[in-house]
DNA sequence: TTTTAATTTAATCTC
DNA sequence: GAGATTAAATTAAT
């Protein structure tokens, strides 16, 4: 981690929480000592297509040694977490007028919010037009922000900086997309335009 | 994809252009960063160790001569910086690293760092569901396997050796991150608790 | 439906 | 090998 001051250790930390799951992996251990059950060659019941790629979660249900569904033992601590409590969104808040239902937009947003964390994941952060203005700018320039730069970012923009890391990550996938695809279209382009000649 | 549209395909160049052709915008920039703080300039490393890297998997698909031109995975680098899109033989991309005259340190780190990624970075490997069972297994009893057990799994799962040991440190790594935050949810319930009595 | 924040993990780099 | 970081692939919220 990159990240050396405290709240952002922290921070990452609490976003990692869900992922704990130190102590689930001992429970799972089940199975014979022997060779051949240590490298699978006894060949395993419902036929799985070799061949596929891992997707545990697509069926959770089946999949008992999995130590993903573990962070739903500690969803006390999501409850109690304040650190994404603080991160209300002031347009969303407006919103509360329009409400006539048995509870408050922000109620709701509170229960998605716990839901989030019963999912183990973290409420979708709303970045402020400025913040992504900010963000956008510093990208154009430096597309690959190095930790002084991403506390820097964090704080002035009010941030936390693993929110400045993603930012990046994404918006790096994202430039990466729409250069494939333009690349893609030239191709094209090119393609049709040699055959009409 | 639907969004594959012209006007964004045209649009995204035409951004990615502005990049090419300077900093058109930054008087757009209304934060107080410093040119050098967000170039990363600040942050001095040493020396660049020079040495290619080994990527057979480069040369397994096209090889022959030195063409690089027909890899799938478009450099972004190219487009963004303009070194980069006249020369595509390794020789002149050295002189370019060995520029030190007009590039910093740091530049030229994240030159190399970028090209290594986007140029010669091996496809990422979709382990089947049963090859991780199988290796989730082995590390279940031992964590540390020597060259001939994983040379034996190597044969076993139809993969290279390289890839179980690259999958066990991986493993190693994500255990030990979720000993450290397990650690650190407890501390955090102890010292909670402690203050609510 | 589209965009993008968030997540997981294989691969890379530095030490 | 450890540790940090990244890209790739994906999920899911808006």
Chains 1, 2 share one sequence.
């Not at 999501?78 to 409590?85: A, G, Q, V």
């Not at 989030?116 to 037009?129: E, I, L, Q």
């Not at 993603?166 to 695809?181: M, V």
Request: hydrophobic share 35%; glycine share 4%; aromatic share 8%.
């Amino acid at each position: 981690m990159a990240g050396t001051s405290l709240s952002a250790a922290t921070a990452s930390v609490s976003q990692n929480l869900r992922k704990v799951s130190g102590f689930a992996e001992k429970k799972t251990i089940q199975c014979s000592f022997s060779i051949e059950s240590i490298l699978g060659l006894e060949q395993k019941k419902d036929g799985i297509p070799a061949g596929k790629p891992h997707r545990p979660w697509v069926d959770a249900c089946t999949n008992l040694g999995d130590d993903r569904s573990s962070h739903l033992q500690i969803p006390v601590v999501c409850y109690e977490n304040p650190l994404f409590r603080a991160n209300s969104n002031p347009a969303q808040e407006e919103k509360v007028l329009r409400c006539e239902n048995y509870f408050s937009v922000t109620e709701r947003l509170s229960f998605k919010r716990e839901l989030s964390w019963y999912r183990g994941r973290r409420p979708r952060t709303a970045f402020t037009r400025n913040q992504i203005e900010v963000l956008e700018n510093v990208f154009k320039i430096n597309s690959y922000p190095g930790i002084d730069i991403r506390e820097e970012l964090a704080r002035k923009l009010d941030l936390d900086e693993d929110r400045i890391q993603i930012w990046f990550q994404n918006r790096r996938a994202k430039l990466k997309r729409s250069h494939r695809e333009s690349q893609f279209l030239m191709v094209k382009n090119n393609l049709t335009n040699s055959l009409l000649e």
